[in-house]
């Protein structure tokens, strides 16, 4: 079966510029969880969605946001780039919580 | 609050040899815990996982872990390493109810060395 799906692979963007990224899960699959990956923070959790609803938030600025559509596709945006966005972001589904994480190969972001 | 600490952000082992890659939490209620291993330009991938049950558990990859509560401990082991298994490990915590966020520790970069 199709793993999680992340797309663009790679972006650039320029500092105050916005993005949207996109992440489909696992078919079945109704948790959707976003991470920030840096080499100096590690693996920071943005949020959770389930059932098109947020159900967990991790400590991010409100520039970062996420939606969850329908059939369980996820976006995560964030506004006002700013240099330190720069990272990997991960995107994670997963049937039950307990299943443990499939997660897509990432979107890294690089803002200049 | 729940944490997870992973002693040695690098470890490197000769190929045949033990890989042991330590994972430490903190957790105010029974734990459920994970090990998720990251090659390059990749997303993580499961290796296994506590719920409830056996505390040593068996994973992917000829990796397998136990849980031991007294040491509030979830350590990684894997008699054997191949050059395959240069990778990124992260160990996660979580609790039970599918409110609770799932916390990854820093990880451990393993070398292999042929």
């Known amino acids: 079966k199709a793993g999680v799906t992340q797309t663009p692979r790679y972006l650039i963007k320029t500092r105050g510029q916005q993005v949207t990224l996109s992440c489909s899960p696992i078919?079945?699959?109704?948790?959707v969880s976003w991470y920030q990956q840096t080499p100096g923070q590690g693996l920071q959790f943005l949020f959770e969605y389930f059932s098109e609803t947020q159900r967990n938030k991790g400590n991010f600025p409100g520039r970062f946001s996420g939606r969850q559509f329908s059939n369980s596709r996820s976006e995560m945006n964030v506004s006002t780039l700013e240099l330190g966005d720069s990272a990997l972001y991960l995107c994670?589904?997963?049937?039950?919580?307990?299943?443990?994480?499939?997660f897509g190969s990432g979107t890294r972001l690089t803002v200049v | 609050a729940q944490s997870v600490t992973q002693l040695g952000s690098h470890v490197s082992v000769s190929e045949g040899a033990l890989v042991l890659l330590r994972c430490n939490y903190s957790s105010s209620v029974p734990p459920y815990l994970f090990w998720y291993v990251q090659y390059p330009n990749q997303g993580l991938q499961l290796l296994l996982k506590?719920?409830?049950?056996?505390?040593l558990v068996k994973g992917i990859n000829g990796f397998e872990a136990e849980f031991k509560k007294s040491e509030t401990s979830f350590h990684l082991t894997k008699p054997s390493a191949h050059m395959s298994d240069a990778a990124e490990y992260f160990c996660?915590?979580?609790?039970?109810?599918?409110?609770?966020?799932?916390?990854f520790g820093p990880g451990t970069s393993l070398s292999v060395i042929p």
């Open positions: 506590y719920t409830t049950g056996a505390t």
């Open positions: 996660a915590v979580t609790r039970g109810t599918s409110y609770d966020k799932v916390i």
């Open positions: 994670a589904s997963s049937l039950a919580h307990l299943d443990g994480y499939t």
């Open positions: 078919s079945g699959h109704r948790s």
